[in-house]
């Protein structure tokens, strides 16, 4: 569990996204757009739970439990909506709505790491609930809006082809 709270300390965690990322901007569009509303719905999500922190500020269980064992480092934030837990959901939305069942591998890795914030004295389970639904709001907003700039465009396209058309007469 502490794993999943604290990943993206370990190098080779940092290695591996790295070359995940290359990939899908180098495989095609469809990853590579996928990639770019991944990282629009986490800097969303992270956004949304710092609004929360400073909007309706909330212990974590190690500020004011002191028999909970923390299994991560603390931190002065607080803990009102978890950014661990949005961020993955975010990433878990996206992913699952433009790859499909290869978004699956990203729903269990949001949810293990929700469970892992508890688990390691963090957050409070409805911290990372909030934290859950930051980050299906921040996925479904940025996959929608993207498909709204799409179709905007395509149609813009189409006025333009048709306008470029020769007329008869």
């Known amino acids: 569990m502490r794993f999943f709270s604290e990943a993206m300390n370990y190098p080779s965690v940092k290695i591996f996204m790295a070359l995940l990322a290359i990939g899908m901007i180098a495989r095609g569009c469809r990853t590579r757009h996928a990639f770019i509303q991944a990282i629009l719905a986490f800097l969303v999500a ?4 710092d609004l929360f922190k400073a909007l309706h500020p909330e212990h974590r269980p190690f500020q004011e439990l002191h028999d909970v064992v923390m299994w991560v480092g603390t931190s002065p934030s607080h803990g009102t909506a978890s950014a661990h837990s949005a961020n993955m959901a975010a990433l878990a939305v996206v992913f699952t709505y433009r790859l499909r069942w290869w978004g699956t591998p990203w729903i269990i890795v949001a949810i293990v790491t929700g469970f892992s914030r508890v688990f390691c004295g963090a957050h409070y389970p409805h911290q990372v609930l909030l934290g859950w639904a930051c980050g299906l709001l921040a996925g479904t907003i940025i996959t929608k809006v993207w498909d709204a700039v799409q179709a905007y465009r395509e149609k813009q396209s189409g006025l333009l082809a048709d306008a ?4 008869k007469g």
């Open 164 to 167: 470029n058309q020769p007329t």
């Open 46 to 49: 992270n956004g949304l739970t």
